[in-house]
């Protein structure tokens, strides 16, 4: 035994091993760590409202109180919200779609003067902060009757997000030419080749902008904070806020920790999904930003 | 593509590049309207509502430099410019270590390495409005999960949220957990740095810090710029957490300069100065970028310089 604990500390191979050991051992407690929040989260979610507010809490409740995420459900109206946030996480998904990778076939494919100097600019943008824009863009749909409606979410997502042109951009950079000049010689526009040639070809980045999208518009808050007002109108991310009562201490922890749990299940079920799209598409603006 | 050019064939180049260039404009068109009306049209009108008073009942009224002149006179303010730089100082690098640290324990290829990964980009899918709000409850003074885990080793933890000292401290512990993203992008550079490099360095001599500081920090020095670039853009437009966590408090503690921004332009309707701080913001954010891409030739390493060497 002990010579066997030399070794691992003596030989080279020996040392490699300690050092994985070493790491995993770090690795874990800070997954711990991450992980510690979310059962922390579920285990509030599931008690009764007399046992949240003890020291020391049970980290597991004794008897667990599933039926206060149907409470939560209804005291919150939580189908309204849901059918809100998933009205317009299908638009701006749609349109996000379509625009980066429409725009990013002229910016790849067909040449015209200014092309590149608009392409810089809008990767300049990409940089901007937001609340340069916000104030006049809040009047404008203001003065035109959008506020309290969808379409100041939806409607800008038709026409183009920067970083995703520039992902689409660079992926249609890397597809061979041959199959669109076949097309060409055969009397196809450019409006079909895009369709039936460029589009079958992007699965990758479509899905790597779908998964970004949902997340960035799902999790959004501060867009339907300020625009929508009705309280019928507001997706989970604002009504979740109206749900924590008083400032100091929300009266009702194990119903709010249950809407927020209920709240975080689609990100984590479209991650476990679609991890690899996630990390790709990370990959890609890591190496070529 | 395949014409040799006479003077009548020139001209009917002429005619085709035309018609691409068209169909350029009509695929580029979303982007360009997008560009125009929700950009750049919008940059100058706020320009223009900066030096101007403004609250939707009455016309906007030009006021000259007064709302600047207001802003430099405004405690909170200056307030907020200091919650904002205190937080992008510490949050930023502590963060950009922290994540280069996690990415250089997993870049390795060992069992359970992919679900590790995945764990410790979680934070990053499901950051918004209900992890603040489980913020929140984690750091809740009394019976929060900190403050339970301090006692369990004998400390007594503050009351985290409600103390002006401790509320930002816990904004940027919200902010490390949150280092998923930071990470896999530094795991992709490390991923990028060929194997033979470090295998001839430890033929060399070369040991682990060595190895390190010589081959993977140059190599993956341009990742790092892209993350100090994001980093720090991201860092001075914090917004959601300020406002669900603490709401700017205690005594102000935690105003950062989107939730000044926010409350000048939606509470008070004080549209004019709300511009005049995104102005002020913009130059800022404007002046530090700048002054990190001056910076990066001093120490950000391109693949292209290497193979001209």
Known sequence: MMTAIARLFRTRTGQARLGSIATMVVLLIGAVFILIPFFWMISTSLKKAGDVYIAPPQWIPADPQWENYVTAVTRLNYGVHATNTAIIVVFVMIGTLFSSSFAAYGFSRLRAPGRDAIFMVLLGTMMLPGAVTLVPTYLMFNSIGWVNTFLPMIVPAFFGNAFFVFLTRQFYITIPKELEESAMMDGATVYQIWWYIMLPLSGPILATIAVFTFVATYNDFFTPLIYISDESKRTIAVALTYFQGSPRIGPQMHLLMAAVTMSIVPPILLFIAAQRYFVRGIVMTGIKG | ?309
Request: charged share 15%; aromatic share 14%; glycine share 8%.
């Open chain 2, 1 to 309: 593509m395949v014409q040799k050019s006479g003077t009548i064939d020139a001209r009917r180049l002429g005619k085709r590049e035309r018609r691409e260039a068209m169909h350029a404009y009509v695929f580029m068109s979303p982007v360009i309207i997008g560009l125009l009306v929700f950009t750049l049209g919008p940059i100058i009108v706020s320009l223009f509502l900066s030096f101007s008073n403004y609250n939707l009942l009455n016309d906007p009224k030009w006021i000259g430099v007064d709302n600047y002149v207001k802003m430099y006179g405004e405690r909170l303010f200056w307030q907020s410019l200091r919650v904002s730089a205190i937080y992008s100082i510490v949050s930023v690098p502590l963060g950009m270590t922290i994540a280069l640290f996690l990415a250089l324990l997993l870049n390795r290829t060992m069992r359970g390495i992919y679900t590790l990964r995945a764990i410790y980009y979680l934070p990053t899918v499901i950051s918004g409005v209900g992890v603040a709000m489980l913020w929140r409850w984690i750091f809740n003074g009394q019976y929060g999960v900190i403050n339970t885990l301090l006692r369990n080793v004998g400390v007594k933890g503050p009351n985290w949220l409600l103390d002006e000292n401790y509320a930002l401290i816990a904004l940027i512990i919200t902010s490390v957990w949150g280092v998923g993203g930071t990470m896999l992008i530094f795991l992709a550079g490390l991923q990028g740095i060929p194997v033979e490099i470090n295998e001839a360095a430890e033929i060399d001599g070369a040991g682990k810090w060595g190895q390190f500081r010589y081959i993977t920090l140059p190599m993956i020095s341009h990742v790092t710029f892209f993350n100090l670039v994001l980093g720090i853009i991201g860092a001075l437009q914090v917004f959601t957490d300020a406002y669900v966590i603490t709401n700017g408090g205690p005594n102000n503690a935690t105003l950062f300069i989107a939730v000044y921004l926010y409350r000048h332009a939606f509470q008070f309707l004080n549209f004019g100065y709300a511009a005049a701080l995104a102005w002020v913001l913009f130059i800022i954010v404007m002046v530090l970028t700048l002054l990190v891409f001056r910076s990066s030739p001093l120490w950000v390493f391109y693949e292209q310089e290497r193979q001209e060497k």
